[in-house]
């Protein structure tokens, strides 16, 4: 995860240069991040590949839900620096799955746990989610674990 704090530090330097306004402070905020993961009391000074990519998801998630507040406040133009941001952030992520890719990956999970319906929800979803983690959303994981098991 190192050279992804590097590349973060890096970019921001190269919006500095560019006077890219949304893309510095949405960088600065990855840096933010990650700094406070790293230094976390009883931490190593380390920080994994998988709390990275959960830290950059949880910060997508905050701008979008704050997109969503914002448009429904009628403030669209501070709803399109949020949206805007996100999108600087997502780039950071890995390559995020099709939905078909997630449907046959979710097939595979519920014929591995042997779920036969709703009630086997809990069983697929904590494989899927361990499995998944930062392939997709959690929302859109669980979307289609309910889909498959009420078929």
Do not use: C, H, W
Not at 19 to 24: C, M, P, Q, T
Not at 30 to 39: N, P, S
Not at 65 to 93: C, G, H, M, T, W
Not at 111 to 131: E, F, N
């Amino acid at each position: 995860m190192e050279d992804l704090y590097d590349k973060v530090s890096g970019d921001i330097k190269t919006a500095m240069l560019a006077r890219d306004k949304v893309a510095l402070e949405a960088l600065r905020g990855i840096k933010k991040e990650f700094i406070e993961a790293k230094t976390v009391k009883g931490g190593d000074g380390t920080m994994s590949d998988e709390l990275g990519v959960k830290i950059l998801q949880k910060m997508i998630k905050q701008r979008k839900e704050s997109a969503q507040i914002y448009i429904d406040q009628n403030r669209p133009e501070l709803a399109e620096n949020e949206l805007a941001e996100a999108a600087v952030i997502e780039k950071y992520l890995p390559t995020q799955m099709t939905d078909a890719e997630l449907e046959a990956a979710v097939a595979g999970f519920i014929a591995q746990v042997g779920a036969v319906g709703p009630q086997d929800m809990g069983k697929v979803m904590g494989l899927a989610s361990k499995q998944l983690a930062g392939k997709t959303e959690g929302r859109l994981i669980s979307e289609k674990v309910k889909a498959l098991l009420s078929k």
